[in-house]
């Protein structure tokens, strides 16, 4: 282990890793710094299958997947440190500083560049403003998934999800197979949160039912959680009174949305997109501030760590080529248009090379024959049509940026859908 390094990584999830392995391609030094114990990221607790069919063809668990490029770290003998913490960091005279602990102490590493791969952590009852007791048995989907898939534990019997994110269905066919009984989720927007595939596999399959607009307002019970009360609740999200009713169940599981775990952007300075909430960035997904590089889910919440790799990816190797050979950049803003709710990335530099752009969208409502457009001076650099868009499905576009001037616009047009 070194004072200083080329590229500095934060975390060891699958964006860090795909970072590491390009920056070293690249000819950077590189260092990962992972808090746990263990490379893989949040992927390590996620054991069923479905991971890398774009990248791999192929559907691994996520343990596997992460082996991949966990594995290639080791071949190509790039520095990890485990179990280590940022306790502080700076970056000053076009360098950062971080200074470090774990079990053998503290110490301060300098780079030249640095990749934040910290990924992004999930809400909780306190950030949905759920009322009533505060009894066990109200877990987050992920920390349920934990406790389950790593630790061998079983922490509930009758389950209520309240959430129709991803992790909320993969736990609801999870805690199933291991015996449980899922009462039901419930989402309180009037579409469902997560992919198609994974209401047909983990909920239709096992016949468990999804509650559209509806919420949970209230927890009841003393040591343990023994009912919650549900709501319906109108076009605003806004519980109506009157619909009240109780369910019996042990346990709460929340699946209400994935923050991008932002701290360390925020102590260096790094400005952050009111919309995504991970820094803004470039094509080469640098941040404003020089040098300062994003990728995986503390960039934006990604629906497939296929794109968090890809991310990962380009970070890794834009972070090395800055490193070791400078830059001077332009900067052009891309407009978010009608239709588009999110954007990734905001910037582009006028003087990269890199001119095959991937774009992450999401749009605001969900449309039927829709038309992704992208437009720069009057002109359309892009143009991609498809049969039908929701919100909880990202869109990536690939698009070439050599022609555009100044300014982009991105907007999304089609059909309403209600
Ligand atoms: C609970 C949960 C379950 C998920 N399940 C699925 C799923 O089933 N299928 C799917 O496709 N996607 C799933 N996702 C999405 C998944 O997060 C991404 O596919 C992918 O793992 C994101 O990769 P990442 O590298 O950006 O972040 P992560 O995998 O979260 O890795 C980030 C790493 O950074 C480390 N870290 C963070 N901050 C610091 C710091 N300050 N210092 C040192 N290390 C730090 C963390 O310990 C972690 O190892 C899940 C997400 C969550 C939160």
């Given at each position: 282990?070194?004072?200083?390094?080329?590229?500095?990584?934060?975390?060891?999830?699958?964006?860090?890793?795909a970072?590491?392995?390009?920056?070293?391609a690249?000819?950077?030094?590189?260092?990962?710094?992972?808090?746990?114990?263990?490379l893989?990221?949040?992927?390590?607790q996620c054991?069923?299958?479905?991971?890398?069919?774009?990248?791999?063809?192929?559907a691994?668990?996520?343990?596997?997947?992460?082996?991949?490029?966990?594995e290639?770290v080791?071949?190509l003998?790039?520095?990890?440190?485990?179990?280590?913490?940022?306790?502080d960091?700076?970056?000053?005279?076009?360098r950062?500083?971080?200074?470090?602990?774990?079990?053998?102490?503290?110490?301060?590493?300098?780079?030249k560049?640095?990749?934040?791969?910290?990924?992004?952590?999930e809400r909780?009852?306190?950030?949905?403003?759920i009322?009533?007791?505060r009894?066990?048995?109200?877990?987050?989907?992920?920390?349920?998934q934990?406790l389950v898939?790593?630790?061998g534990?079983?922490?509930?019997?009758?389950?209520?999800?309240?959430?129709s994110?991803?992790?909320?269905?993969?736990?609801?066919r999870?805690?199933?197979?291991?015996?449980a009984?899922?009462?039901?989720?419930?989402?309180?927007?009037?579409?469902?949160?997560?992919?198609?595939?994974?209401?047909?596999?983990c909920l239709?399959?096992?016949?468990?039912?999804?509650f559209l607009?509806?919420?949970?307002?209230?927890?009841?019970?003393?040591?343990?959680l023994?009912?919650?009360?549900?709501?319906d609740?109108?076009?605003?999200?806004?519980p109506?009174?009157?619909t009240e009713?109780?369910?019996?169940?042990?346990?709460?599981?929340?699946?209400?949305?994935?923050?991008?775990?932002?701290?360390?952007?925020?102590?260096?300075g790094?400005?952050?997109?009111?919309?995504?909430h991970?820094?803004?960035?470039?094509?080469?997904?640098?941040?404003?501030?020089?040098?300062?590089?994003?990728?995986?889910?503390?960039?934006l919440v990604?629906?497939l760590?296929?794109?968090?790799?890809?991310q990962g990816?380009?970070?890794?190797?834009?972070a090395?080529?800055?490193?070791?050979?400078?830059?001077?950049?332009?900067?052009?803003q891309?407009?978010?248009?009608?239709g588009?709710?999110?954007?990734?990335?905001?910037?582009?530099?006028?003087?990269?090379d890199?001119h095959?752009?991937?774009?992450?969208?999401?749009?605001?409502?969900?449309?039927?024959?829709?038309?992704?457009?992208?437009?720069?001076?009057?002109e359309?650099?892009?143009?991609?049509?498809?049969a039908a868009?929701r919100?909880?499905?990202?869109?990536?576009?690939?698009?070439?940026?050599?022609?555009?001037?100044?300014?982009v616009?991105?907007?999304?047009?089609?059909?309403q859908?209600?």
């Open positions: 282990m070194n004072d200083t390094y080329d590229v500095l990584i934060i975390g060891g999830g699958p964006a860090g890793l970072a590491a392995i390009a920056a070293h690249g000819g950077a030094q590189v260092l990962i710094v992972e808090r746990e114990a263990q893989g990221g949040i992927l390590k054991v069923h299958d479905g991971f890398g069919l774009e990248r791999y063809g192929e691994l668990a996520g343990p596997e997947y992460a082996a991949r490029d966990a290639t080791r071949a003998g790039i520095d990890v440190s485990v179990g280590t913490f940022v306790l960091a700076q970056r000053s005279d076009g950062c500083t971080l200074t470090l602990t774990n079990a053998q102490g503290v110490w301060r590493v300098t780079a560049a640095l990749v934040l791969a910290t990924g992004c952590r909780t009852a306190r950030q949905v403003l009322h009533g007791d009894p066990a048995g109200v877990f987050t989907a992920g920390c349920a934990n898939n790593l630790q534990m079983q922490p509930a019997r009758r389950v209520v999800i309240l959430g994110g991803d992790i909320g269905l993969i736990m609801a999870r805690l199933t197979l291991e015996g009984e899922v009462v039901g989720v419930y989402e309180a927007k009037s579409q469902p949160s997560g992919l198609p595939r994974n209401i047909a596999q239709n399959d096992f016949g468990i039912p999804l607009s509806t919420t949970v307002t209230r927890t009841l019970g003393r040591d343990r023994e009912a919650v009360e549900i709501c609740v109108d076009e605003h999200m806004r109506i009174a009157g009713r109780l369910v019996e169940c042990d346990t709460l599981l929340l699946s209400v949305g994935l923050i991008p775990e932002n701290e360390l952007a925020e102590r260096l790094v400005p952050l997109s009111p919309v995504t991970g820094p803004i960035v470039d094509q080469s997904l640098q941040s404003e501030v020089d040098g300062i590089f994003a990728a995986g889910n503390c960039l990604n629906d760590v296929d794109y968090v790799s890809e990816m380009r970070a890794g190797a834009e090395a080529r800055v490193a070791l050979r400078g830059q001077h950049r332009t900067l052009a891309v407009r978010m248009g009608s588009v709710a999110s954007c990734a990335p905001q910037l582009i530099d006028l003087e990269a890199v095959e752009v991937s774009f992450y969208l999401r749009s605001d409502a969900a449309y039927r024959k829709a038309e992704v457009l992208f437009v720069s001076e009057g359309v650099l892009q143009k991609r049509r498809l868009v919100p909880a499905e990202a869109i990536r576009m690939t698009v070439d940026v050599s022609g555009m001037g100044d300014d616009w991105v907007s999304i047009a089609g059909e859908r209600s």
